[in-house]
């Protein structure tokens, strides 16, 4: 299976701050890397898909990058709704796996 | 507007199958995959696997030998069943669609809100 690694698991940052949240695969997944975002009590939110392309209805200020192992989520500048739970996930090959989640909070 | 609903019992007894289905609404089930993945504290999110349309499935092999997935279309629903349950199969479960095609990569577009299944006598 191939281990997908989230760097950091929490994260305190003020509304207003750029952030980036990391994500390492355990061996080359081109570029089929996908980042979620959930609250509390919902299902995960499509946010990037191909790790650069913005899911439809998705504000501008998420942005991915990344190919191959290493792979950045940012967000330009926090709004007070992106308090949440971030995930990667690979579908390069199945089984399909995810990360363990970085947890965004409020400072 | 895609809408997923899962639908089946919160509370499966020990050794016994637990059976989910989900329902697929404001689109079509066909030339899509079609994943359940669950959820719960101590083993984060895990892809459970996926069916197309046409019938064909995938599963994670770590639940392979308890595990099938089926796909009615008349219905625009399909299923899951896991066998021999233990506590350790007490999560949330969703369901969700993987997007192909057109520059898509099997990424989860649209999910289900999720349903607790807990494993207990």
């Known amino acids: 299976d191939i281990q997908m690694t989230q760097s950091p698991s929490s994260l305190s940052a003020s509304v207003g701050d750029r952030v980036t949240i990391t994500c390492r695969a355990s061996q080359s997944i081109s570029f089929y890397l996908n980042w979620y975002q959930q609250t509390a009590g919902k299902a995960p939110k499509l946010l990037i898909y191909?790790?650069?392309s913005l899911q439809s209805g998705v504000p501008s200020r998420f942005s991915g990058s990344g190919s191959g192992t290493d792979f950045t989520l940012t967000i330009s500048s926090l709004q007070p709704e992106d308090f949440a739970t971030y995930y990667c996930h690979q579908s390069y090959s199945t089984p399909y796996t995810f990360g363990q989640g970085t947890k965004l909070e409020i400072k | 507007q895609v809408q997923l609903q899962e639908s089946g019992p919160g509370l499966v007894k020990p050794s016994e199958t637990l059976s989910l289905t989900c329902t697929v609404s404001g689109g079509s089930i066909t030339n899509y995959y079609w994943s359940w993945i669950r959820q719960s504290p101590g083993k984060g999110l895990e892809w459970i696997g996926y069916i197309y349309y046409s019938g064909s499935t995938n599963y994670n092999p770590s639940l392979k030998s308890r595990v099938t997935i089926s796909v009615d279309t008349s219905k625009n629903q399909f299923s899951l069943k896991l066998s021999s349950v233990t506590a350790a199969d007490t999560a949330v479960y969703s369901c969700?669609?993987?997007?192909?095609?057109?520059?898509?990569?099997?990424?989860?577009?649209?999910w289900g809100q999720g349903t607790l299944v807990t494993v207990s006598s």
């Open positions: 191909a790790a650069s």
């Open positions: 969700a669609r993987g997007a192909v095609g057109s520059g898509r990569y099997y990424e989860f577009d649209y």
